[in-house]
């Protein structure tokens, strides 16, 4: 066991600004050598792609709707051991749950024991934050809470009067980030596509900048030191077996827990294939489709017919494929854009998707298939319409039925919901 410095960056609310402060940790961290982890709490596949391009590591949900409380102290420890640092992104305000504080970056610190460094909007603010600080440090006794970054402050001197207010709560001040707008994170929808990561090493290096200057990332490293491994709980490994799957991986589709594709390394040989650019699907027993930004890409994805059709033909032929969210939609009839121009896709799915009047539907899912307890999370802005039933009924995290379907096809399933199957390694007992 090591001591290595490990920490959950929260915020009292989201817009807070903790993705910003994190990318420029991860960044700085990056700079000064060190092999740094990050972690996204919660269900955020967007997220931990920017974390994947800050740190040049990939990113890991910890999630305890999605999974148990071993899954996520296992795989915390699995990859916390292997770094230098570790950065546990929170979610919305540190104590926010699916359910009060279930579920929430509280929840999470406190489960797999690190320390809590709180990031707040001081904008218009001075010493009130001293009864900020000392709410969130005091209001749950389970989680530490060890520092505060202040971010849009206005000046050095406004700066002083905030570490004064964190001094009397009992917090320590490490820095801030000062108002700059050149700094702000682009639209979540919009997102970051894999061909602007130029663009992106640019604005990470900016932010890291920043922090060097206004935070003592020394001190932070030191206040946050703290033993790895013991949460450690080894968790049941599978026989390898030997099937060859393929995931789709472009500017079109990336939205994957990186855990569930560890999980399909177990289950048989992994290979990457871009519906974008490739004229045929590799050889493979099953075919993985996640979400992404198809909408983005319409053209190249209908004017590929060479795929459109090898696709159509694996699935008529009995292939095996889960569809998510910008997958399904890919397998739909074809995807309308916001301006109301359709373009052909797979066809395979009996309806239309389409990105006009865009509306966002987002939330925890849990259901069951053949047995199966199975939970994931829908977050999308498009629309399906088709005469196809649902094979199952689906519900949120407070058990209130949802109308988002699982729709079937021969041997290829799919839906808007993506499904995290890295605990129970189970996909494939879809197609049984």
Known sequence: MAKKSTFLIAATSSGSGKTTITLGLLRAFLNKGLNTQPFKCGPDYIDTKYHDMASGRKSVNLDLFLSSESHVKSIYTKYATLSDVSVVEGVMGLFDGYDKMKGSSAEIA????????????AKSMAYSAAAMLYGFKNFYKGINVVGVIFNFVASESHYQFLKEAATDAGVEALGYLPKNADIEIPSRHLGLSLDEKYRFDEFADKIASILEKHIDLDRLLAITERDIGANATPEENIACKDIKIA????????????????????LGDVCFFSPIRDKKLPQADFVYLPGGYPELYLRELSENKEMLHSIHDYIEHDGKVLAECGGMMYLSTSITDKDGVEYPMVNVFDQRTTMENMKLKLGYRKFEFRGMPVKGHEFHYSSASGSQTSLVQQY???????????????????????????????IMNFFK
């Not at 729709?407 to 808007?416: D, E, F, M, S, T």
Request: charged fraction near 20%; avoid cysteine; proline fraction near 2%.
């Open 247 to 266: 995931v789709a991986y472009d500017e079109a589709f990336n939205f994957i827990y990186h855990e569930n594709i560890e999980a399909l390394k177990e």
């Open 110 to 121: 406190s489960l797999i024991d690190i320390p809590v460094v709180l990031v707040i909007n």
């Open 396 to 426: 949120n995290a407070k058990n209130m039925s949802v109308d988002t379907k699982l729709l079937r096809y021969k041997n290829a399933i799919g839906g808007y919901t993506h499904i995290y199957w890295a605990e129970h390694k189970n």
